[in-house]
């Protein structure tokens, strides 16, 4: 059961973090070493901005 929990921690940790434009992948293994202070760490993070996609207008090809 106990680890049924740590597993949902981690999971919502990092699904959490994708929604805040932050690294699910690292949040997701911080989900799964500290539980629910790393979900409610995230909770407290504000939402990063998105970065911006860089278009090349170079017409010189």
């Known amino acids: 059961m106990m680890f049924i929990v740590w597993l949902f921690c981690a999971v919502g940790a990092g699904t ?4 805040k434009n932050r690294n699910g992948f690292a949040w997701l293994l911080l989900g799964f070493m500290f539980g629910i202070f790393a979900v409610i760490a995230i909770l407290l993070l504000p939402e990063l ?13």
Do not use: F, G, T
């Open 16 to 19: 959490l973090a994708n929604q």
């Open 49 to 61: 901005p998105r970065k911006a996609i860089k278009v090349n207008d170079d017409k010189n090809l």
